[in-house]
């Protein structure tokens, strides 16, 4: 993984494109910043003007010596930020992340809380964020994702082989539906077997027994293949299967 990161470097050039990042995230002086792949620190610079402290995570080592002339209050970790983020603390995210991570990030967010996210992302996965599918229904359950603007390749060097999109993330504050309620707590157990994590969402978010929450999964029409499947490994037709079935529950 580390060595696909290095190869997925490209480096943002256009001060008016950081600009646009630091005002959607609102920063203020109280802020911890986390910062995902600060490259040549065009973007941590300024952000460390705007708030307490940024902590930037880089995985390319050969870029130590650039990094190391940032203001004081910018920590520097170098490692793979999908391992490091757990253990560091963190109120925003402002970030122009390598495409290769975008989705394992976005899975990583679904479990840390935060006030807001703002990332440079590939035009790619912005689609799949909004058309009909597996990462448009878990976002809608987690997120609120406003697009801040387009972000032509022109903007990178070296130039990367899709355009991008600078999106803001907040927590979705809309109240759930009961069938999403449980449908985000299957999520959050991706590593279970779909049986199982719909047992324990049953037991959490309607307060059932683990029988009677057996007895009320037997009443869902699943195949045995997707019971015994867990959830992180389900397909995209799949996992709307799935969600059908499950935001029927009352």
């Known amino acids: ?71 004081k209050n910018v920590e520097i970790l170098y490692g793979n930020a999908l391992k490091l983020i757990d253990d560091v603390h963190f109120n925003k995210i402002v970030a122009n992340i390598p495409y290769s991570i975008t989705e394992p990030l976005f899975g990583k967010l679904l479990k840390i809380e935060f006030e807001a996210v703002v990332l440079l992302i590939g035009h790619n996965f912005y689609e799949l964020l909004n058309e009909e599918g597996k990462w448009n229904t878990i976002s809608n359950l987690f997120f609120e994702v406003e697009k801040v603007m387009d972000v032509s390749k022109d903007n990178f060097e070296p130039r990367p082989r899709t355009d991008s999109v600078l999106i803001k993330i907040t927590p979705r504050k809309k109240l759930l539906s009961m069938g999403e309620k449980i449908m985000k707590e299957i999520i959050l157990q991706d590593d279970k077997k779909l049986r199982n994590a719909l ?40 996992f709307e299967m799935v969600v059908k079935e499950i935001v029927k529950l009352d």
Do not use: Y
């Not at 060595?3 to 050039?13: G, K, M, R, S, V």
């Not at 610079?45 to 050969?62: M, R």
């Not at 959490?204 to 015994?228: F, H, M, P, Y």
């Open 1 to 71: 993984m580390p060595e696909l990161l290095q190869h997925d470097q490209h480096f943002l050039n256009n001060i008016n494109v950081v600009k646009a990042s630091i005002k959607a995230a609102e920063l203020n002086k109280s802020d911890t910043i986390l910062e995902i792949g600060p490259g040549k620190g065009i973007l941590t610079t300024e952000l460390a003007k705007k708030c307490k402290e940024v902590i930037a995570i880089e995985i390319d080592e050969s870029l130590k010596i650039e990094l190391g002339k940032l203001p």
């Open 199 to 238: 047992m324990f969402a049953l037991v959490r978010v309607k307060g059932l027994t683990k029988n009677q929450a057996r007895e009320k999964s037997e009443k869902i029409k699943l195949s045995k293949e997707l019971w015994d499947k867990r959830v992180m490994h389900l397909s995209g037709v799949q």
